[in-house]
């Protein structure tokens, strides 16, 4: 009897403790929007690129983990028309840059994310072209809506074409390290 007591008592509290444990939930990506910009000594460029899919692991109203995946085959550039921009799309998607035949989508995966009122410092791994770096960013969230501005080198990922910080005299010719990612999401 005191046996039965003693299970009986533990699995109440078992079943009490759990009930104040929030559930880990995850929340999809239900719409998005992501500009890049590139920018060389002599002007830059810019277009989009689409998310093939992404979620944020939230406890409660906290971020935990997430991962997203960027469809690299889906690279357009906007600020050009006709051939010229189909050209850009070209050299972007070949193994100058991208390499999408071999490499067809990017990777972003959430390590840490660090919350001061609507804003988290997100730090995580991204992975161009098979190359996984570290990278963090200020995410703001908006209830069901997320802003990010990330800034990646791309250098760290082997796209070293007409980089100036690579290259000695390619003057006006030299593509900035750099790039921009403008990051809309609504889960």
């Known amino acids: 009897m005191k046996k039965t007591l003693k299970t009986i008592f533990v699995l109440t509290l078992a079943i009490s403790m759990a009930a104040f444990v929030s559930p880990v939930e995850k929340k999809e990506v239900k719409k ?3 500009t890049w910009l590139g920018k060389k ?3 830059e460029h810019s277009g989009t690129i689409n998310l093939k899919s992404g979620y944020l692991q939230m406890d409660g109203d906290k971020i935990t983990g997430g991962q997203f995946v960027m469809d690299m085959t889906s690279l357009t550039v906007t600020d050009l028309q ?3 921009k189909g050209k850009l799309e070209g050299h972007l998607g070949s193994d100058d840059f991208f390499g999408v035949a071999n490499h067809p989508t990017a990777t972003f995966s959430i390590a840490k994310a660090k ?3 609507d ?3 997100i730090a995580g791994d991204i992975t161009i072209k098979g190359v996984t770096q570290p990278l963090t960013f200020d995410l ?3 209830g069901s809506k997320a802003h990010a501005k990330l800034v990646i ?3 760290k990922f082997g796209i070293t074409y007409k980089s100036g910080s690579i290259f000695d005299d390619l003057k006006d010719k030299a593509i900035y390290d750099d790039f921009e990612l403008d990051v809309n999401l609504e889960f």
């Open 140 to 142: 703001h969230m908006m």
């Open 41 to 43: 000594v002599t002007g």
């Open 115 to 117: 919350k001061s009122g």
């Open 32 to 34: 998005s929007s992501i």
């Open 82 to 84: 006709g051939e010229y």
């Open 153 to 155: 080198d791309r250098t």
């Open 119 to 121: 804003t988290y410092k």
